[in-house]
């Protein structure tokens, strides 16, 4: 049954509300977005005049907008943004100074209360020259709580996908953070031979924040700071034995920060390994939580709630191209339940399935669906789940857009959705070739 003619979910099924697309003034634009459990939303984008920041209504709709200023640039920039239950709103920016081709990139960051008018962005990144054109930050993220900012990027190395193997040059991973109103001080936290990878950055539910990455290539870092602030992170390193692919980070609702992996060798079933690192900075024994088949792909876990873990993995049929998505639920410490098929194979072939878990155990998961009698066209279909509960029969998330796939155009795979703890999510679309709208932009809610 193609995923078009699905009937309503069965009454058990926890279902959220998704808002109908709200067109976005923008065209192929690389949109960042971040809400809190209030309700209230933000998203920013890069122009060549620094970030646009927007305010969210319930509905999608913008309602207002502020552009944040960054020191004296030429060319394109990158704006990430967060947001805390208090109003509280931190804007990261790389931008480029336009010294000669190819360089040079900085960071710069804001904070402040959302409702007042954003200050200008302070440069946080040391000073680069063309000379230090393989030194270039990149992978940039933000948070925001009790009115402390803290950024995070990558410098040299160069991001890579956890399925590389080329040699990887050496880099490091800065911090910058202080308090709204400045001023904002920078630290380098480590420094890698080969580079790190898969930098990522949360907030621990009594708002400290968390940055963690894989270096060398099988190396877990883990830093964190204490509320109060500080001069200088705790820095945590433990290297992981027969890693053979980094799947990512996730962080639950009691502080843990959670690196998954696969390990096993080429051309046979993957082994899917989970380390917990605890809020205290301690590493615990990794546990095999599943095996992946040989031809499985897209594997993903998310967390939430307190100690929940999801794991999801795909399995696609070369004849017909249909993609099966199976998942595995359990805890961080615990055991995992049964497999359980997610949606029926009508879904389209693509890399991962992005989704979350909140602080209810209440699980989202987004994938592309056919559409009924267009064999050539998708669009994004949603499954729901109640802990204890199987997940739900696919939902259209927008039929009236096909080939409108989460974030990029052309892009096969899906990016994650900014989401808070307890579910409120906001993500985009962007339309692609065949679409009749090719590089239009609509923003989508979802509301637990």
């Known amino acids: 049954m193609l995923v078009g003619a699905f009937s309503a979910s069965p009454s058990w099924a926890f279902t959220g509300r998704f808002t109908a697309p709200v067109r976005l003034p923008t065209r192929e634009t690389i949109w960042q977005f971040a809400v809190n459990d209030r309700g209230q939303a933000v998203g920013a984008y890069g122009t060549r005049a620094g970030a646009v920041v927007t305010r969210l209504a319930r509905s ?31 804007v990261a920016v790389e931008y480029t100074d336009g010294q000669s081709e190819g360089c040079c990139l900085h960071i710069a960051v804001a904070a402040w209360r959302l409702g007042e008018r954003p200050p200008e962005a302070q440069a946080v990144s040391p000073a680069l020259t063309p000379a230090d054109s393989s030194d270039q930050p990149g992978e940039l993220s933000v948070v925001v709580a009790d009115g402390m900012l803290t950024a995070v990027w990558q410098r040299g190395g160069g991001p890579i996908s956890q399925y590389e193997e080329e040699e990887l040059e050496p880099g490091q991973v800065e911090e910058a953070f202080g308090r709204l109103g400045g001023p904002f001080h920078t630290v380098r936290l480590v420094a890698a031979r080969k580079g790190p990878s898969l930098l990522n950055l949360h907030l621990t539910p009594d708002g400290r924040p968390v940055a963690s990455w894989l270096q060398d290539r ?104 249909r993609t099966r998505i199976y998942a595995r639920r359990g805890s961080v410490f615990g055991r995992f339940g049964r497999r359980l098929t997610v949606g029926d194979g009508a879904e389209k072939a693509i890399y991962d399935t992005v989704g979350l878990v909140d602080s209810h155990r209440r699980s989202l998961l987004i994938n592309r669906g056919d559409v009924a009698h267009h064999p050539n066209e998708f669009d994004l279909v949603a499954f729901t789940a109640r802990p204890g509960r199987p997940f739900s029969r696919a939902r259209r998330i927008a039929p009236s857009l096909h080939n409108c796939g989460l974030e990029g155009s052309g892009e096969l795979d899906l990016e994650p959705i900014a989401s808070s703890p307890n579910g409120e999510a906001v993500f985009y679309l962007t339309c692609e070739e065949g679409s009749g709208q090719e590089g239009s932009q609509y923003l989508i809610r979802y509301m637990p």
């Open 60 to 90: 999608g709709r913008i309602e207002h907008s502020w552009t944040v200023g960054v020191p004296a640039h030429v060319g394109g920039v990158y704006a990430t943004i967060a947001l805390d239950d208090r109003g509280e709103v931190a």
């Open 218 to 321: 099988d190396v877990v870092g883990v830093a964190s700071r204490r509320l109060a602030g500080g001069s200088r992170p705790a820095v945590h390193l433990r290297r992981v034995r027969r890693l053979r692919y980094g799947v990512g980070f996730a962080h639950d609702g009691a502080g843990d920060t959670l690196f998954a992996y696969l390990s096993g060798p080429e051309g046979t079933a993957q082994r899917l390994m989970l380390m917990a690192i605890t809020a205290g900075g301690r590493f615990l024994r990794p546990r095999r939580i599943m095996s992946v088949p040989a031809f499985g792909y897209g594997v993903e876990v998310f967390a939430g709630g307190r100690r929940f873990v999801l794991a999801v993995w795909s399995v696609e049929d070369s004849s017909t191209l």
